[in-house]
């Protein structure tokens, strides 16, 4: 079968690689559509983070969706031919957190396309507690636009964790960084009630995106978040606040531009260090929350009924490129000019 994979050596290359056995309480997955993400880029340029994760010579990618076709010994409540999308940790099922139902916070996690094979191949193993069953849907009656959304449930599931973290009727909600992440996120903030919701980005063709999505999007460098403010009639600073950029400077904005008690959840990872002012976390007693992946599987739960329910994400998804051409895929990942990237298999 065809697999992208690190070869046992920087960067990426498509190459014919045995198709897998399907272990134990594993299921064997035909890949139907996979997105691109930022660390599949930092994989492809086998940065120093990629050097010191990456499982030399496995198949990356861990955004996806496909079609089971066979099912391991010991595995009940799937079936051949279900739709799945697939959580990419993969938890030992053993540790505190685990036995505690905090998979989410596994000490033990390894994940999918970077400490072991993942899914930019045709075919995929995963444990069968990690495929999330798309219920009602097959080959038969899935829309090609379904499926695409079903390949970026992983992400989808990250807006959905961060978004969720905190109440949100009624509340004033800034996000810093636009970026398919963040662009999910805010569609769900909006579904589920806020009141006011600012996204900021440097880049423009993510805030054209955002505007097109019906959001206000500034670049902080041009427009202050304070001065927005004034535009939303708002007399107090923002209560919920979305850090999805990772950039330095995002940070301490949004703690001087909280109102007193407001909150942050913070899934960006951060490219340097950071300094705020924390005698005004403490003054005005903000909650800084970091995020980390999705509860399993309490945000499964919730992004399936936030979709069913007419939670629209397509407007994400900006290129789709066939699984062959992945390297017109990920230079266009790269470029600057698109939102979300998705590989199709079929």
């Known amino acids: 079968m065809k697999a992208l994979t690190t070869a046992g050596r920087p960067g990426l290359t498509l190459q014919d690689v045995p198709e897998p056995d399907t272990p134990t309480g594993h299921v064997k997955v035909r890949v139907l559509r996979a997105g691109i993400c930022g660390t599949d880029l930092h994989i492809h340029h086998w940065d120093a983070w ?19 076709v066979e099912l391991g010994q010991g595995v009940e409540g799937l079936s051949v031919g279900d739709l799945m999308s697939a959580e990419g940790h993969i938890v030992c099922g053993q540790c505190r957190n685990c036995r505690a139902g905090r998979r989410h916070l596994c000490i033990n996690t ?27 849907k097959s080959l038969a009656n899935v829309t090609g636009a379904e499926l695409d959304v079903f390949g970026i449930y ?18 004033d909600v800034v996000i810093t960084g636009a970026g398919p992440i963040g662009l999910m996120a805010a569609a769900v903030v909006r579904m ?9 980005d440097i880049a423009p063709h993510r805030l054209e995106l955002a505007r097109s999505m019906g959001f206000t999007a500034i670049d902080p460098r041009e427009r202050s978040i304070r001065d927005t403010q004034t ?8 209560d919920v606040a979305l850090e999805m950029s990772g950039a330095p400077a995002a940070l301490p904005e949004l703690v001087d531009n909280m109102n007193a008690g407001g909150r942050i959840a913070m899934l960006g990872l951060p490219s340097s260090d950071i300094s705020i002012d924390w005698g005004g976390v403490v003054s005005r007693m903000l909650t800084i929350q970091g995020i980390y992946g999705r509860e399993m599987y309490e945000t499964w739960y919730a992004m399936t009924q936030l979709i069913a329910s007419g939670l629209d994400v397509s407007p994400v998804i900006t290129h789709r490129f066939a699984f062959d ?12 000019a698109a939102s979300k990237v998705i590989l199709d298999f079929e």
């Open 192 to 200: 589920v009630g806020a009141r006011n919701v600012l996204l900021t």
């Open 110 to 136: 390894s994940n999918l396309g970077v400490g072991r094979n993942g899914g930019f191949a045709e075919f995929v193993t995963v444990p069968a507690s990690n495929a999330w069953v798309h219920q009602g």
């Open 154 to 171: 992983d992400p989808l599931g990250n807006a959905v964790h961060t978004a969720l973290k905190f109440p949100l009727v009624g509340e």
């Open 231 to 238: 535009d939303f009639g708002m007399r107090e600073g923002f």
């Open 50 to 68: 990629a050097e010191g994760a990456v499982t030399p010579g496995i198949t990356v990618g861990h955004e996806f969706c496909g079609e089971i």
């Open 325 to 336: 051409d992945w390297e017109d895929a990920f230079a266009t990942a790269e470029s600057g």
